[in-house]
């Protein structure tokens, strides 16, 4: 009889179940959608014989989802642009920690960077809330995502918690998988990319009995990373619970809203994006481990240490000077724009932000202007 895995609720598919799913959903309309987007200039015959041909998530991803990141770079944004990949291994599996602007991009452009740099593609945290409907559920498996279960009772996620950790201990010290995780749940929506210490203390579960946190985080190899996006195709669709969070309202997310936001993030006008990956934090965890007493604030320095790799590896692009000058009224950064670039910003600022309300106005440009406020702190504090 065949063992299941323990991991059989959260896992992406097994490259012997690739085809079936594949299979399942290769008439599906979304798809369709997908590949003509992607491969515009062949018929559908063209992209299902190669898809019914596919047996792995490699394959699958290589041959279907990065061309289709690329006609999204090629399409809504004005290219991507990286650092950092040069100095990790090739042979060498990472846990990456990243701040989260964009539901799907964050992940598919790292993983497209990683691919094109000869790395280990990742293993990716994702939402259930996002894979509700079952063509997305089998498209996150088929792009290797491992889900997290969100909403549950204090006992359930105690559980979902332990299996999570579980789950990335074995991809990365078994299956030498790289794994990417988001610093917090759910996306970043002012600005301020900073750690949830609960996400680290769910990494750290899987860790073994009298094992010290921070020799297990050693361990994972933890690299932060930076996604930069000149403009978030979603900005106007985070101002809604930026208001309410302002005004101290709970926030309640309509029927469709997170596919809506996906959908928006992939096609919506990006501009220029880069991402930047970290050197892997082991020497800095050392030190940490030396000079700090404490488990407490161990912990407090290992997730400001993400932080401030986090805010430090962020490109500051135009908009961020530009909405900081605004915000400020000040023209302190005025060097760092042109006004070509201040009036596209200023359009958009005043078509989808009510100028007339004094909350709304501050919301959104601090969402973009504290990244520098962020960083101008922590380069002060050097």
Avoid at 4 to 19: A, L
Avoid at 78 to 104: P, V
């Amino acid at each position: 009889m065949k063992r299941m895995s323990p991991f059989e609720e959260i896992r992406p598919y097994y490259d012997t179940e690739v085809n079936q799913a594949i299979r399942e959903i290769i008439d599906h309309p979304m798809l369709k959608a997908m590949m003509n987007f992607t491969f515009p200039d062949h018929e559908d015959k063209y992209w299902k014989d190669l898809m019914l041909h596919c047996h792995s998530i490699r394959d699958f991803q290589i041959n279907f989802i990065y061309p289709g990141v690329n006609k999204v770079l090629e399409k809504s944004s004005a290219g991507l642009t990286t650092s950092g990949f040069e100095k990790l291994d090739k042979g060498t599996s990472y846990l990456f920690i990243s701040n989260h602007r964009d539901i799907i991009l964050d992940t598919s452009l790292l993983n497209a960077c990683l691919y094109e740099h000869g790395l280990f593609m990742t293993t990716s945290a994702i939402g259930d809330n996002l894979v509700k409907k079952p063509f997305l559920k089998t498209l996150s498996r088929l792009t290797r995502n491992f889900i997290i279960k969100r909403g549950l009772p204090a006992r359930e996620l105690l559980e979902s918690s332990r299996l999570i950790s579980q789950f990335i201990r074995h991809s990365l010290l078994r299956e030498n998988r790289s794994v990417w995780i988001a610093q917090r749940e759910g996306r970043t929506k002012d600005g301020n990319d900073m750690t949830h210490k609960g996400v680290l203390k769910m990494i750290s579960m899987a860790s073994d009995n009298g094992e010290h946190f921070l020799d297990y985080f050693k361990r994972l190899n933890v690299v932060p990373v930076s996604m930069s996006y000149e403009y978030d195709p979603t900005d106007m669709l985070k101002m809604p619970e930026l208001l309410a969070k302002a005004n101290q309202e709970v926030y309640v997310k309509g029927e469709n809203e997170d596919f809506s936001t996906l959908l928006s993030g992939i096609i919506g006008q990006k501009r220029r994006i880069h991402i930047h990956v970290g050197e892997p934090l082991n020497d800095k965890i050392d030190l940490i481990k030396e000079n700090t007493a404490g488990v407490v604030k161990q912990f407090q320095a290992f997730t400001d240490l993400i932080d401030d790799q986090i805010i430090l590896g962020y490109k500051l692009w135009p908009t961020k000077y530009i909405a900081h000058d605004m915000l400020t009224g000040t023209e302190q950064y005025k060097s760092e724009y042109s006004p070509e670039e201040k009036s596209l910003f200023e359009a958009r600022f005043k078509k989808g932000v009510d100028q007339k309300n004094p909350l709304a106005v501050k919301s959104f440009l601090a969402m973009y202007a504290n990244p520098v406020s962020n960083q101008k702190r922590l380069l002060e504090e050097v």
